[in-house]
């Protein structure tokens, strides 16, 4: 019973199990990016990498 429940697992993908948790629709996306600012680096030579 074990073995069949883990076989499912690794079957389906735990990875995308992990990486689906973060994931927004492109609807939700959409709506979200325009409020998002955006980046000003404050590095004299603005080197410093976008977060």
Known sequence: MLYNILERIISEGI???ANNKWRLSDEL???M????????TQHPLGTHRKR
């Open 15 to 17: 990875e995308s199990m």
């Open 33 to 40: 990016a325009p409020l998002i600012p955006e980046h000003k």
């Open 29 to 31: 996306w959409g709506k």
